[in-house]
């Protein structure tokens, strides 16, 4: 079996649908209103950073090609938010290890029914610094999110 398959699995327009979904959530969770995250959109963020990050999973093995992909991919939509342009590949590095450590924290969170699966809801309101990432991570599932829709077009 061919490692390298994966590849397309990282483009912008597979993740179009969790960036929409996480978008929406963590606009919510920032204007304090409750809002329930569902485990599979949530699974689908975290891989992302995870594929990124080049980190292991359960289910996803490092795949260089995948990661260099992913990571091509990471690094353009932190071209298309303002407030995240960095100029160093450590500060770029560190954003997507913040915006891991986030989805990680949120993922610890209290699991709940919604319809005919499981969610997660943040128990209590967000702390200054996780408001800030929050915010941060909404901007950057948002241009993942237009660069998905830009894919589409063609």
């Avoid at 590849?7 to 597979?14: D, I, M, Q």
């Avoid at 005919?116 to 915010?135: F, H």
Wanted: glycine fraction near 6%.
């Amino acid at each position: 079996m061919s490692r390298t398959s994966l590849v397309g699995v990282v483009g912008a327009k597979h993740w179009g649908c969790m960036a929409d979904a996480m978008a929406r959530c963590l606009d919510q969770i920032i204007k304090s209103q409750k809002t329930k995250i569902g485990l599979g959109i949530l699974y689908d963020a975290r891989l992302f950073f995870k594929v990124v990050l080049g980190q292991e999973t359960g289910m996803f093995f490092d795949n260089p090609p995948a990661r260099s992909h992913a990571h091509a991919l990471a690094w353009k939509i932190l071209r298309n938010c303002p407030a995240l342009r960095s100029h160093t590949p450590e500060e770029t590095d560190g954003h997507f290890r913040r915006f891991a450590d986030f989805l990680k924290s949120l993922a610890s969170q209290p699991t709940f029914p919604l319809d005919k699966g499981w969610c997660k809801q943040p128990a209590v309101p967000l702390s200054k610094k996780n408001q800030i990432t929050a915010i941060d991570l909404r901007d950057f599932f948002a241009a993942l999110l237009r660069m998905a829709a830009g894919e589409s077009r063609y």
